[in-house]
Each structure stands twice: as C-alpha cells, then as structure tokens.
T-cell receptor, first 109, second 115 residues
Framework: KQEVTQIPAALSVPEGENLVLNCSFT??????LQWFRQDPGKGLTSLLLIQSSQREQTSGRLNASLDKSSGRSTLYIAASQPGDSATYLCAVNDYKLSFGAGTTVTVRA | DARVTQTPRHKVTEMGQEVTMRCQPILGHNTVFWYRQTMMQGLELLAY????????DSGMPKDRFSAEMPDATLATLKIQPSEPRDSAVYFC?????????????FGPGTRLTVT
C-alpha cells in the first residue's frame, strides 16, 4: 500500500518568503503526483499534476518537482501572500488518489 | 465555469436513518470518485466509476454503503443504516483523462453528522 507523508504538518512564514512543502512516498513505481489546496471547510482545488514522465510542472508562482528515484515531490510557492494560507495536500495519482495528511500554511501579513 | 456539484452540503441525521448524497460530475468527464475525509484518517477513497461502471469499491464498507451512477450526470452514495462513525465530509470528484491517469476535480463536499 502506498504511504504518503508530508512534513512539516504546519508552517508559518512572513509574507514575501518563499514556501517549500515536502511530500514523500514509499512506492517509487508511481504514475503521477498531484498537489491540491484546501481552504477551511471547503473542497480541494487542484494546483498541479505531474505525470510520471515529467520532472516538474509550473503554474504562476507555483512550481512542483518530482523525483521518483528518491520518492519525493516538492512544491515551491514564490513570494508568499496571506491568500496562500491554506492546507496543501499531495497525492500519488495512479488513477485513484492516495493522500498525505497535508501541510497547513499560515502566511503572516 | 465547469464545477462538480454535490447535494446536500450539510446533513444531520440520527443513527439508523438512511442517507443519500448526490454528485453531478463535470460534463464530459467519464470518471467519478467518492472520498471520505475525517480528522483521524484523512482522505480515503471509497469508490470509483468509469463510464458509469463501478471499478473499485474496496474502500467502502459493503454492508451499509452503496454507490451507483444511474446516468452520466448523477452519482449517488447511500448509507443505510447510518452510524455515528460515518460522520465525515464526503467528497465527489470527477476526472479528466490526462495521459495514463485522471486529473481529479473535487466538489465542495457533503458534511455528514450522525447523532
């Protein structure tokens, strides 16, 4: 069974600082990895999907990398803003999603 | 703006009652997933449909849960009888095929409380 871990569980940074969120998984034979954002009491918003053949994906201030050999993915958020405060979840996507527990980010104004 | 819709958004019921949750996937998506989120277990897959056929329901307690997709615009998740341990947020997601997988788009969830 795929185990997905996200450390740290919570992170607080001042506005403008770059964010680095980590995700590790146990089975490197993954198909794809997907990053989500969840606001309190809300559903999940897909941020980036990295397919198995790719090493990274970018969207605006977000960049996600995938290193299958080491079982890691990293989400970078440049120049953080208070609106980036949310819980960020990574999930191994082999048609169904296996989620980590998430990292709750607080960006202080 | 295409979105997954779920009804009801909130449901409070008594133990033993039947609960039905509904999901309308994004038009054109041929896969539907049901997930459950709790503080203790996080997000877990309950069931998965492709082209309205159930492909994986291994995460679902079979004795009380059932999932169906009567047509391409409606998926249902039913619990009968409900128990307090079923209290959770239930998410539906529809999938857009990308390469060998599906990029999943989540609905807002149904928050279920069983007393």
């Amino acid at each position: 069974k795929q185990e997905v871990t996200q450390i740290p569980a919570a992170l607080s940074v001042p506005e403008g600082e770059n964010l680095v969120l980590n995700c590790s998984f146990t089975d490197s034979a993954i198909y794809n990895l997907q990053w989500f954002r969840q606001d309190p009491g809300k559903g999940l918003t897909s941020l980036l999907l990295i397919q198995s053949s790719q090493r990274e994906q970018t969207s605006g201030r977000l960049n996600a990398s995938l290193d299958k050999s080491s079982g890691r993915s990293t989400l970078y958020i440049a120049a953080s803003q208070p609106g980036d405060s949310a819980t960020y979840l990574c999930a191994v996507n082999d048609y169904k999603l296996s989620f980590g527990a998430g990292t709750t980010v607080t960006v202080r104004a | 703006d295409a979105r997954v819709t779920q009804t009801p958004r909130h449901k409070v019921t008594e133990m033993g009652q039947e609960v039905t949750m509904r999901c309308q996937p994004i038009l054109g998506h041929n896969t539907v997933f049901w997930y459950r989120q709790t503080m203790m277990q996080g997000l877990e897959l309950l069931a998965y449909f492709r082209n309205r056929a159930p492909l994986d329901d291994s995460g679902m307690p079979k004795d009380r849960f059932s999932a169906e997709m009567p047509d391409a615009t409606l998926a249902t998740l039913k619990i009968q009888p409900s128990e307090p341990r079923d209290s959770a947020v239930y998410f539906c997601a529809s999938g857009l095929e990308v390469g060998w997988t599906y990029e999943q788009y989540f609905g807002p969830g149904t928050r279920l409380t069983v007393t």
